[in-house]
């Protein structure tokens, strides 16, 4: 059910509106094992206690993109697979107009959803066809196109690139 409803989700974003949109009936499966990425703040969809969570399986189970691209963080190109950050933010009915992440270290840094919208930024899970440990930057690492488009290759869109993320706020 989790991936008709965010497969549905995310076929229903529009244009013309920064909220996500998602059909009524849609339901969040309960995480079955750790929990590796919460998502509180202004959304629709939530599996406990006014939050979205996921474990691992869960983002599995939403389309995957992936691509190759150069970042600062290591010396050649490297291969992120994930799902869509977007896909992730209509899976839980976002209504905000931003997003804080937040990595393990408490690191902070606010992506406009406009991003999003325009780019396909992912939450990888994986580098190299492989999971991503944490001293890799994993589990997750929300990464964008840089070399699809080079008005990303700076600091700011860098500094939006957050590793180890644990949650998102939606504002």
């Known amino acids: 059910m989790f991936l008709a409803s965010a497969a549905l989700a995310a076929a229903a974003v529009t244009a013309a509106t920064p909220a996500l949109a998602i059909p009524a009936d849609t339901a969040l499966d309960t995480p079955t094992g ?23 399986g869960m983002l599995e189970r939403l389309p995957q993109k992936s691509f190759q691209t150069l970042t600062p963080w290591y010396a050649k190109p490297r291969k992120f697979t994930g799902p869509l950050l977007r896909d992730v933010l209509a899976a839980v009915g976002s209504n905000g107009q931003t997003i804080e992440a937040r990595a393990l270290n408490d690191y902070r840094v606010t992506i406009p959803v406009a991003d999003i919208q325009r780019f396909d930024v992912i939450v990888a899970r994986l580098m190299d ?4 440990s ?38």
């Open 34 to 56: 750790p929990v590796v990425l919460s998502v509180g703040g202004a959304l629709r969809v939530t599996n406990k206690d006014g939050l979205a969570q996921f474990d691992m």
């Open 129 to 132: 066809d492989k999971p991503m």
């Open 134 to 171: 944490l001293r890799d930057k994993g589990p997750l690492f929300i990464i964008y196109p840089f070399d699809e488009h080079t008005e990303l290759r700076n600091s700011v869109y860098y500094g939006r690139s957050a590793w180890q993320l644990k949650s998102l706020e939606l504002r």
